[in-house]
Structure formats: structure tokens, C-alpha cells
């Protein structure tokens, strides 16, 4: 049975999960060796060598020839400057508290959706995205901490990345997803080197360059699986399931960094995954049939 464009985005969003999930640890693990900046550079300089070879079967020339230049350059931008801003609040904050906070990035989507796409936003995935966003502020307990530059930076990264997504919506309806895959991959190497100026210093040990490879790939992983998960589905079905990365970045949190993972952030985390469950399940089941009676003697 063909699967529903909401589905397979919802698939590519669930691997996006697990790239995302893999990057936080990463990017935590490389901070007392290099600063944010310079990681965000390195990472889109390896992640740009490690899909080098797909780039280059894929006709690269094609790929590069678009029909809206000015929508990749925008998305570039955008994606330089939330990796630099993410990667920021990653190191200055818990794991779990800065993933809570990118998790303002689908409702974003959700609130700019209307208008830069035009898509309709029926009242079932307003109620599953608030409550997501419910859920994620009961992991964050609101007023218990105090609001500082990481957490600014947080929210400043959501909305970038919120408004990335939606613009390689648009730029893959024009030119197709491995076409803003491949301009991104180039602008962002470009784009961040600015920051990176600031704070040069290659890495001199093999572990850290390790660490980048790894990094790279999980973030390409997320990358990719974001623009077919947006191409593929509606931006306001599709971004309540972004939302499991909460339990999945506490858990690697809590793992391999120690940090304490409270009943707070698990209760939120369960609401969030729930509302972003329901409204998965509910697409599974087609419309029609939802609305016919059902069977006598059933």
C-alpha cells in the first residue's frame, strides 16, 4: 500500500530525529576542544567532503542550475547562522533544556506556514502542536531558570531553522530536494566561515577530526531528511514529529554527559511524542473511512 505524503514525511522526520540526536552529542562532546563557531564551519567543511561523491553522480551542473537563487541564497543564510546560534546553546545549556527550546522551531513553522506556503491549518494540528509546545514548556519549568545568552540563542536558532524549512519547501517545489540539499551543503560552508574567522583553530588531535566525521554525518542525515520530510508532507503535519527528539537527546544526555533527566522533562517528553503520535496515527487512517459508519454487527 503507497504511503501518504504526510506519512513519508513523517518517516523522514523520524530519521531526522536520529540525526539530530546524534549531532547534540557530538557537537557537546568537541566543545572543550574547539569553539562553536569553528565546529559549525568544520562540520558543514567535512559534511560538504562526505557528500561530495553524491553530489558529483548526481550531475552536480543540474543541480546547481535554479530557478530561484535568491530562495537557496535566503535558506543558506538561515541554516549558517541557526547552526552557529544551535550549536551556541548546545554548549551553555543541558542538553535536554536546549533541545526543549528548539523545539519552539515547528511551532514557528506551524505559525508561519499560511503564509510563506498557504497551507491550511485544520484545528486538530493547532490542538497537536500546542500541546507539543505545552509539553515542551512543562520540560522547561518556565520561571525555575534563569533566562540567559544560550537560551536566547536557542529560540533565535529555532526561528532561523523554522524559516529555513519552510523556505526549502517552496525552493523544492521550484528546483527539487537534492537541488536546495546541494546549494545549502555549499552556501553553508561559505556562510559560516565569517564566524569562524573569529575563533580559528583547526584541531590538532585524530579523535576530534573523528568527532567531526561523525558529526557530519549525523547532521547531514538531519539536513537531508528535513528538506524530503518537508517536501514530501505539510509543514504543519509534519513538524509535530520533530518534537521526539525530546526524550531522545535527554536519554544521550543523560548517558553519556551525566545530567540529571527529572520527572518534569520525561512528563513533557511523553506529551509531546503523544501529540505528535496522534496525529500521525489519524493520517493512517483515510479520511473516508473515518467518516463512514461503521459496519453493522461491529
Not at 74 to 93: M, Q, S
Not at 179 to 188: G, H, M, P, Y
Request: aromatic share 10%.
Amino acid at each position: 500500500m503507497a504511503l501518504s505524503g504526510n506519512l513519508r514525511g513523517a518517516l523522514w522526520m523520524l530519521a531526522s530525529v536520529a540525526g539530530a540526536t546524534g549531532m547534540t552529542v557530538f557537537v557537546r562532546q568537541l566543545t572543550p576542544e574547539l569553539h562553536t563557531s569553528m565546529i559549525a564551519f568544520l562540520r558543514c567543511v567535512v559534511g560538504l567532503a562526505f557528500l561530495a561523491p553524491l553530489l558529483l553522480k548526481a550531475d552536480p551542473a543540474a543541480l546547481l542550475r535554479v530557478r530561484r537563487p535568491g530562495l537557496h541564497l535566503a535558506r543558506g543564510a538561515l541554516v549558517a547562522l541557526a547552526l552557529n546560534l544551535g550549536f551556541y546553546a548546545i554548549w551553555k545549556l543541558p542538553v535536554a533544556t536546549a533541545t526543549t527550546l528548539f523545539f519552539l522551531a515547528p511551532v514557528f513553522s506551524t505559525l508561519l506556514a499560511p503564509v510563506m506556503v498557504g497551507e491550511h491549518v485544520g484545528a486538530r494540528r493547532w490542538a497537536a502542536v500546542m500541546v507539543g509546545f505545552l509539553g515542551a514548556l512543562v520540560a522547561l519549568r518556565p520561571g525555575m531558570a534563569p533566562i540567559d545568552l544560550g537560551a536566547m540563542a536557542a529560540v533565535g536558532s529555532s526561528l532561523c531553522f523554522a524559516v529555513a524549512l519552510l523556505l526549502g519547501k517552496t525552493a523544492s517545489a521550484a528546483d527539487g530536494p537534492d537541488s536546495v540539499f546541494a546549494t545549502t551543503a555549499l552556501l553553508t560552508v561559505a556562510l559560516t566561515l565569517p564566524f569562524a574567522l573569529l575563533e580559528w583553530r583547526l584541531p590538532g588531535q585524530a579523535w576530534v577530526w573523528g568527532g567531526l566525521l561523525l558529526l557530519a554525518a549525523a547532521s547531514s542525515l538531519r539536513g537531508y531528511a528535513d528538506i524530503r520530510a518537508f517536501a514530501a508532507g505539510e509543514a504543519s503535519f509534519v513538524a509535530p514529529v520533530s518534537y521526539l527528539r525530546l526524550p531522545s537527546v535527554a536519554l544521550a544526555g543523560w548517558l553519556m554527559f551525566g545530567e540529571a533527566v527529572d520527572g518534569w522533562t520525561w512528563g513533557g517528553g511523553a506529551i509531546v511524542a503523544g501529540a505528535a503520535l496522534f496525529i500521525a496515527l489519524r493520517e493512517r487512517t483515510p479520511r473516508a473511512a473515518r467518516a463512514a459508519p461503521p459496519p453493522l454487527g461491529g
